[in-house]
């Protein structure tokens, strides 16, 4: 019987595969890091071959770890950190250079030119994102301008190019299979989210030639089947999603109006606007949340930079605690009496703010404050952000107050900070009992896809909450908070200016 599901989750930093049952239990899991390269400041890189053998070896660790083998599992679902390019040459099926992973900076100039050459609004309109190095487009130019002779290559048609799951798709089908989920290609700033379909104007725009990208599949399709020597048995990859939208689709929020934020180092909220493809007047992005029966859904996205990364400066930094959930009970200590804010700019500010150039400030410090303070302030920090990020959301989306907030990430486990979250945003906090959201995300794109688990509503329904926080703040209070992190924020951007 094929009773099971094989989830892999790529990740920036490691890669995880679990073996789900029949009840969404977790009956097997390998992990394994890999290591970053980091050539020069600001690029960041990834050895293809390593998130390959990485996902080989994880996913037969975890079939190991379960007692199962190939024949009992019914099909594999993929999730994969968004937007990092790769190129390979179809002749070889070797990548032609490291992967340009996310977070690599090395495309700045060639993305300010663009802008201030007045295609902001194209790209927007088109792939509805903002111009930025953090998008496929412009690294894949990028190696196609600096690796000897693969322009040439590329317009011959030798060349292939891909996302993370492209890439694995591609190598677990023994270079039978070059596709994308749409989720993924709504990240590289080449598709046109309206259509799901590759556009020629961005094409051209950001020179990429049309040969080299994989055919677009919906988040639950026929992506390929594994070679049968990988695991024993082929296997049927029936689920794909790049992570932030695999958690939104694990945290069940199908309906227009819910809203996942996951809270790791740094935090990512989307915001599933339905059919609406909201236009953001507030630099948040539109990106396709999923497509499923042939319909695609729409997301607002926002993120902050630092979110448990603020943890762990209290931890590693200013050596005030020796661990992340010591915060929970020293930030219960904290004095009411005492108005501290950190405004955590570490890296400037992200959205609605948009300053790359702000760094991080404390407000109200007096000879009274100490650990617990800061902790607090932390941990606040955290949830003031969201609820700027949400404030942005609505004001780009009106008329959609009943907001439900469901939460994932290492952070969420804080019960202070959760019940800080409840009172500050004044909406109903929901962790999932899930702790592998992302995983179970593509899991169950995957267990649909092969008839062992139900539709979205049954899947909904099925979802389950582990702990609910409702606000309990009064109104006075939280008014009087928001107002001091407004000014917090204010003189923070405004600082050396
Ligand atoms: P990532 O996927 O970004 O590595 P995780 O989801 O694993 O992140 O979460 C790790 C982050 O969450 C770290 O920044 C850590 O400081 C923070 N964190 C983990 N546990 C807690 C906790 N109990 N309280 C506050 N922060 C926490």
Not at 153 to 162: D, P
Not at 213 to 237: K, Q, R, V, Y
């Amino acid at each position: 019987m094929k009773d099971f599901i094989l989830a892999i989750d790529q990740g920036t930093t490691s890669t995880r595969s679990i073996v789900l049952d029949r009840s969404y239990r977790n009956c097997g899991a390998g992990q394994q890091e890999f290591t970053q390269h980091f050539p020069r400041s600001g690029w960041v890189e990834h050895e293809p071959e390593d998130l390959w053998t990485t996902t080989v070896e994880t996913a037969r660790a975890a079939m190991q770890a379960a007692g199962v083998s190939a024949d009992q599992i019914a099909a594999i679902g993929i999730t994969n950190q968004r937007e990092t390019a790769l190129v390979w040459d179809r002749r070889t099926g070797k990548a032609i250079h490291k992967a340009i992973v996310w977070q690599d900076r090395r495309t700045a100039e060639h993305c300010a030119r663009l802008r201030s050459d007045g295609n902001a609004e194209l790209v927007a309109e088109r792939s509805g994102l903002l111009i930025d190095p953090y998008f496929s487009a412009t690294k894949i130019a990028w190696l196609l301008d600096n690796v000897p002779g693969a322009r040439e290559a590329a317009e011959a048609g030798h060349l292939a190019f891909g996302t993370v799951d492209s890439w694995l798709v591609y190598k677990l089908t023994g270079g039978r299979r070059h596709v994308i989920d749409v989720t993924n290609a709504s990240r590289t700033m080449l598709c046109n989210i309206g259509s799901a379909d590759w556009d020629d104007d961005l094409l051209k725009l950001f020179g990429v030639p049309r040969s080299m990208l994989p055919e677009i599949l919906s988040n639950i399709d026929a992506f390929g089947e594994t070679e049968p020597d990988l695991f024993g048995g082929a296997i049927a990859i029936r689920g794909v999603a790049g992570d932030q939208q695999a958690a939104v689709i694990g945290q069940a929020c199908f309906t227009p109006g819910m809203m996942k934020s996951t809270y790791g180092t740094g935090c990512f909220a989307l915001l599933n606007t339905g059919a609406d493809r909201v236009a953001s007047q507030n630099r948040l992005l539109t990106t396709i949340a999923y497509r499923l029966d042939g319909e695609i859904h729409y997301a607002l996205e926002g993120s902050i930079f630092i979110a448990g990364a603020a943890v762990q400066w209290l931890r590693d930094g200013l050596k005030m605690i020796g661990k992340a959930s010591e915060t929970s009970e020293l930030a219960a200590k904290a004095d009411p009496g005492q108005r501290v804010y950190l405004v955590p700019a570490f890296t400037g500010m992200g959205a609605p703010w948009w300053d790359a150039e702000a760094r991080g400030a404390m407000f109200g410090i007096t000879r009274n404050t100490g650990p617990a303070e800061f902790a607090r302030a932390a941990l606040e920090s955290v949830c003031f952000q969201t609820h700027d990020l949400l404030g942005a959301m609505r004001k780009d989306w009106p008329g959609q107050a009943d907001t439900l907030l469901r939460v994932d990430g290492g952070m969420a486990a804080n019960d202070w900070t959760m019940q800080r979250l409840a009172d500050i945003l004044g909406v109903a906090v929901d962790r999932s009992s899930s702790t592998e959201v992302t995983a179970l995300g593509a899991a169950w794109l995957a267990g649909h896809g092969a008839g062992l688990w139900p539709d979205q509503q049954g899947f909904a329904a099925e979802w389950q909450r582990e702990r609910q926080f409702a606000p309990s703040m009064d109104e006075t209070e939280r008014g009087e908070l928001l107002a001091g992190w407004g000014s917090a924020v204010h003189c923070t951007l405004g600082f050396g200016k």
